[in-house]
């Protein structure tokens, strides 16, 4: 089966710096993503990270470790309008686009 | 572009009430993935499609829901009978082969069933 973990909540403060993580087990790997979520609205999305290492994206920032099978997501600069979901998903197989989503981090910015 | 299309966007129907969920992807995709997203069990999906064909559907719950792509512009989700516990938002959703690890998302359908 498949397997990710996040955690549920999370809250920060506006211009500070927040880490969600992502552990993952799973039959296999094929990448790695992070959507955002806001509340009542589709996820969009925001990072793919396939390679270990660190992709950076402005203010978003996504690593991977294949051999932890973790993953996290760092904010920086942080706006009242990133409060939000942030759902960590698998791709487990090559070849099969099913993307197996983690229940997702709400995320509250505080002022 | 309009992107992903969904319709209707709410939906109340009564348990037992035949309920048909339709999406317009954005032009050029390739491919096309219905999901359901619930509190308890988060977003999972049911069945994607590839050029028009279905690829997989282990995630369709039951027999009591089906999925079509006639054609490259066009996608239902139908549930035949509808239960009480079908009640989510269901999100279509597509993407490019060009560029596949990008999934985009419509604005949802959200289903109650009474």
């Known amino acids: 089966g498949q397997n990710i973990d996040q955690p549920t909540e999370m809250t920060a403060t506006e211009g500070a710096i927040v880490q969600i993580n992502c552990t993952y087990q799973?039959?296999?790997?094929?990448?790695l993503f992070w959507y955002q979520q806001h509340a009542g609205e589709a996820p969009t999305f925001l990072s793919y990270?396939?390679?270990?290492g660190l992709e950076e994206k402005g203010r978003f920032s996504s690593f991977l470790s294949r051999s932890k099978g973790y993953s996290y997501l760092l904010l920086k600069e942080l706006q009242m309008k990133d409060s939000a979901s942030y759902l960590c998903?698998?791709?487990?197989?090559?070849?099969?686009?099913?993307?197996?989503f983690g229940t997702g981090t709400r995320l509250t910015i505080i002022p | 572009d309009a992107g992903v299309i969904q319709s209707p966007r709410h939906e109340v129907t009564e348990m037992g009430q035949e309920v048909t969920l339709r999406c317009k992807p954005i032009?050029?995709?390739?491919?096309l993935f219905w999901y359901r997203q619930t509190m308890m069990r988060g977003l999972e999906l049911l069945i994607y499609?590839?050029?028009?064909?279905?690829?997989?559907d282990s995630g369709m719950p039951e027999d009591r829901f089906s999925a079509k792509m006639p054609n490259a512009s066009f996608s239902t989700l139908k549930i035949q009978p509808s239960e009480p516990r079908d009640s989510a938002v269901y999100f279509c959703?597509?993407?490019?082969?060009?560029?596949?690890?990008?999934?985009?998302f419509g604005p949802g359908t959200r289903l109650t069933v009474l």
């Open positions: 998903a698998v791709l487990p197989n090559f070849g099969n686009e099913k993307l197996t």
């Open positions: 799973t039959s296999g790997f094929n990448g």
């Open positions: 990270n396939v390679l270990d």
């Open positions: 032009s050029g995709h390739d491919y």
């Open positions: 499609f590839n050029n028009n064909v279905p690829i997989d």
């Open positions: 959703a597509t993407a490019s082969q060009g560029t596949y690890n990008e999934q985009f």
